[in-house]
T-cell receptor, first 114, second 112 residues
């Protein structure tokens, strides 16, 4: 059974720092991995999607990497800002029947202090 | 801009009521999903649908049912709401294949 783990559960950094969020998964037979952001009381916003054949994806100050063989992904945030404060979730997509099923980690709650 | 729209942001219902949560997507996606999110438990899949009138149980279907009469709309039904169904409910959709998921803004349901 696929399990997704995110470490750390919470992180507090001063503004301007570069930081790395970690995601690990137990079954490397995935189709893709997606990073989401969730603000308190809100839905999920997709940040980056990495297909299983890719090694990384970049969007602005965000860079996500994927090492499928070792079951790991990292989300790198450059020059963090207070507006980056949120919970970050990673999710892997498994194939189930006719469709894909997302399995989520518990998330990392990030606080960026001014 | 493509969207998944959940009709209510906040709902308060009484125990025993029949509750409908509605989700509409405008992306012509084949697959739609209902998750619930609870502190300490993360996101858990309730039901999903890969075509009109098709549905499959997720990890926690007990106490819920779903309806998909049209491709763009996926409804979650609580037949008789209970306090342990107080939660954040999130709807999502994606295209068959390897595309990513798009989520709605969530419905915070409180059952009193």
């Amino acid at each position: 059974k696929q399990e997704v783990t995110q470490i750390p559960a919470a992180l507090s950094v001063p503004e301007g720092e570069n930081l790395v969020l970690n995601c690990s998964f137990t079954d490397s037979a995935i189709y893709n991995l997606q990073w989401f952001r969730q603000d308190p009381g809100k839905g999920l916003t997709s940040l980056l999607l990495i297909q299983s054949s890719q090694r990384e994806q970049t969007s602005g100050r965000l860079n996500a990497s994927l090492d499928k063989s070792s079951g790991r992904s990292t989300l790198y945030i450059a020059a963090s800002q207070p507006g980056d404060s949120a919970t970050y979730l990673c999710a892997v997509r498994q194939w189930t029947g006719n469709t894909g099923k997302l399995i989520f980690g518990q998330g990392t709650t990030l606080q960026v202090k001014p | 801009d493509v969207k998944v729209t959940q009709s209510s942001r906040y709902l308060v219902k009484r125990t025993g009521e029949k509750v409908f949560l509605e989700c509409v997507q405008d992306m012509d996606h084949e697959n739609m999903f209902w998750y619930r999110q609870d502190p300490g438990l993360g996101l858990r899949l309730i039901y999903f649908s890969y075509d009109v009138k098709m549905k499959e149980k997720g990890d926690i279907p007990e106490g819920y049912s779903v309806s998909r009469e049209k491709k763009e709309r996926f409804s979650l039904i609580l037949e008789s709401a209970s306090t342990n169904q107080t939660s954040m409910y999130l709807c999502a959709s994606n295209e068959a294949g390897i595309d990513g998921y798009t989520f709605g803004s969530g419905t915070r349901l409180t059952v009193v």
